[in-house]
């Protein structure tokens, strides 16, 4: 491979002997119409015209040259770019090698540095089973003694339950038989109730039918007016009429007569109509009201007897609450009983109140002492019980539950 320098100075030279041919051209071109040129003769017209066809080809080698030129100087850099590239793809293999090589230095001692970490580790995990299985041993031991414990204290914890059970039950049954007792007291109650409401029903029934009849009673009398008004006008035409055919000078006056007579007949029945339709208008205000006193009577009636019923559904739901949070309290008293731990100076008899606030789960939240026992020590110690004693088994009933997270429950606790 020829160096890079070497290419360009001879590129160099090569159109720098372009340049100067092409210069000694035009050279020669200029000189050549200087000679004196004479007219006149064929020979001197060929002469010219021979001037002219050299400086044609003249014109024509010079474009050729440089073409040439051109094509030399681009030959020359896709020589130069082929350099280039030959030399930038040797400079990218070497990098390339240089790469590997490091990358497989960098695996050997990766390699060597984790044959070295799984020796140690090899030695470590040994190690560590050796203590894990003395460890296990001891644990154990540990375990077999805490299962024996805690299935002597299963045992007692579940005829614990089982007494606790039969209590709930015997509640239950109580609680039962009264809320059976009650839902038959209601039962007569609304009975009675629904009797009442039909009576109600029935007078209502009954007024709307007097009123009824009250007004086609009243429509039939001012329909009998009419009939007596329409047949007073025409007895009073008729009397007009006679009169007018037996005296016609009083016609005049009995004309008069007649139409005051009208006239007072129509105010009259104008007059009682008014005074009818007032009164039925009057009647039919009253009834309404009397309508609307009894609806709302009514209608607090049902509303005092639906309080009534709210009130004495809640009366019996908390009453039933209590009951199954009076045999819950027995029940954890029980079980705090069994992890308590009694203190060096606690003396028999000691009582402590106790709130506890529990979780979802039957996990301790709080505990607070509401009344103390006057030992402080024995307090703590009751304390530490219920937080031992957790979770607590929840009541089955969903109300004390709620109960029992949001507000709490207050025990006596009195182990001896």
Do not use: C
Request: no cysteine; net charge negative; proline share 2%.
């Amino acid at each position: 491979m020829k160096h890079p320098i070497w290419q360009n100075f001879l590129a160099g030279g090569y159109s720098t002997v372009l340049h100067l041919l092409l210069v000694l051209l035009l050279l020669w071109s200029f000189e050549l119409p200087n000679k004196p040129i004479k007219l006149g003769t064929g020979d001197e017209v060929e002469i010219v015209q021979a001037a002219v066809v050299d400086e044609q080809q003249i014109q024509e080698q010079m474009e050729m040259l440089q073409k040439l030129e051109q094509d030399e100087r681009d030959r020359e850099a896709a020589r130069q770019q082929k350099l280039d590239d030959d030399l930038k793809a040797q400079q990218e293999a070497i990098l390339e090698k240089q790469r590997e090589m490091a990358k497989l230095q960098q695996q050997e001692r990766a390699e060597e540095l984790r044959r070295l970490e799984a020796a140690e580790a090899e030695e470590q995990r040994l190690a560590d089973l050796e203590k894990q299985r003395q460890e296990a041993e001891a644990a154990e031991a540990e375990r077999q003694r805490q299962a024996e414990a805690a299935a002597e204290a299963e045992q007692q914890r579940l005829a614990e339950l089982e007494k606790q059970r039969q209590q709930a039950e015997a509640a239950e049954a109580e609680r039962q038989r009264q809320a059976e007792a009650a839902a038959e007291a209601e039962q007569q109650r609304l009975a009675e109730l629904e009797k009442q409401r039909q009576q109600a029903e029935a007078a209502e029934a009954e007024r709307q039918r007097q009123a009824e009849a009250a007004a086609e009673a009243e429509r039939q009398r001012i329909a009998e007016l009419e009939k007596e008004r329409e047949a007073a006008e025409k007895a009073a035409e008729q009397a007009r009429q006679k009169a007018a055919e037996e005296e016609a000078k009083r016609k005049a006056a009995a004309e008069e007569a007649q139409r005051k007579a009208e006239e007072e007949a129509r105010r009259k029945a104008e007059e009682e109509a008014r005074r009818k339709a007032e009164e039925e208008s009057k009647r039919k205000a009253e009834e309404e009201a009397r309508r609307k006193a009894a609806e709302e009577a009514r209608r607090r009636a049902e509303a005092d007897l639906q309080r009534q019923l709210d009130a004495e559904a809640d009366q019996r739901e908390q009453t039933r609450i209590a009951g199954v949070l009076d045999v819950y309290a027995q029940q954890i008293q029980q079980r705090v009983k069994r992890y308590w731990v009694k203190p060096a100076n606690a003396t028999s008899g000691l009582l402590v109140t106790l709130e506890v606030k529990l979780i979802p789960g039957g996990d301790v939240k709080s505990v607070r002492v509401i009344k103390s026992s006057g030992n402080s020590v024995f307090d703590r110690s009751a304390e530490n019980a219920v937080y031992k004693a957790a979770p607590m088994i929840m009541p089955s009933d969903k109300a004390a539950a709620e109960r029992i997270i949001r507000e709490g429950i207050e025990f006596d606790f009195k182990p001896e």
